[in-house]
């Protein structure tokens, strides 16, 4: 049963250009949304984040939008630049008992061509 | 300065055998967590610790045993390796409220 869903195993966008990367969610109850990147060879690393309570939160290149009605976040990059290419996760977190839960969506590699 | 290491990187071993995790983090946070990227690239939740308490445990075999010997410190047994078991286990520490968790490298687990 996956609650975060990243349909979109890869991207491929030209440098310069606007990255849109997309999550579906299924948990209504999901507290936080953020974004994670990833290299090769790396752990992941915290890009962003929206609370579910706002629709967009911005961060330099960085924008998330969060749809509550559509259970869809997605994040834009712009310009989009050749060290971009990663993977990106997106995560949803509930806050249980003790503390937050997060799942993570299965990732969307993202290519930026120079 | 790593804030969040885990050793070793690699480890192949054979199935039956015990082997062991460790993840340490210096950022003073309060909340570690293990997770399991498999071959379809998903990262799961396996355990959760506040405080050197297990918070969260997810349906993980109890062949799999974490242990919090003080805040700083997640460290993670496996009893009978089994060829299942290969994946990449990565260790995250957390603190803020919004749950921005920082990752160590990754352990690059093989069965044999």
């Known amino acids: 049963d996956q609650q975060v869903k990243q349909n979109s195993p890869s991207l491929s966008v030209q440098e310069g250009r606007i990255s849109i990367l997309n999550c579906d969610y299924t948990n209504s109850m999901f507290d936080y949304f953020l974004w994670y990147k990833k290299y090769p060879a790396e752990g992941p690393t915290f890009l962003i984040s929206?609370?579910?309570?706002?629709d967009k939160n911005e961060d330099g290149r960085f924008t998330v939008f969060l749809n509550k009605s559509a259970k869809h976040l997605s994040l834009h990059i712009v310009p989009s630049q050749p060290g971009d290419s990663a993977v990106y996760f997106c995560?949803?977190?509930?806050?249980?008992?003790?503390?937050?839960?997060?799942?993570f969506g299965a990732g969307t590699r993202l290519f930026v061509k120079a | 300065d790593t804030a969040v290491s885990q050793t070793p990187k690699y480890l192949v071993t054979q199935m039956g055998n015990d082997k062991s995790i460790k993840c340490e983090q210096n950022?003073?946070?309060?909340?570690m967590y293990w997770y399991k990227q498999d071959s379809k690239k998903f990262l799961k939740i396996m355990f959760s610790y506040n405080n050197k308490e297990l918070i969260i445990n997810e349906t993980v075999p109890n062949r799999f045993s974490p242990k919090s010997p003080d805040k700083a410190h997640l460290n993670l047994h496996i009893n009978s390796l089994e060829l299942g078991d290969s994946a990449v286990y990565f260790c995250?520490?957390?603190?803020?409220?919004?749950?921005?968790?920082?990752f160590g490298p990754g352990t690059r687990l093989t069965v044999l």
């Open positions: 929206i609370s579910s309570i706002k």
């Open positions: 995560a949803a977190s509930v806050l249980n008992t003790g503390g937050f839960k997060t799942i």
């Open positions: 950022l003073g946070h309060d909340t």
């Open positions: 995250a520490s957390s603190q803020d409220v919004n749950n921005e968790q920082f």
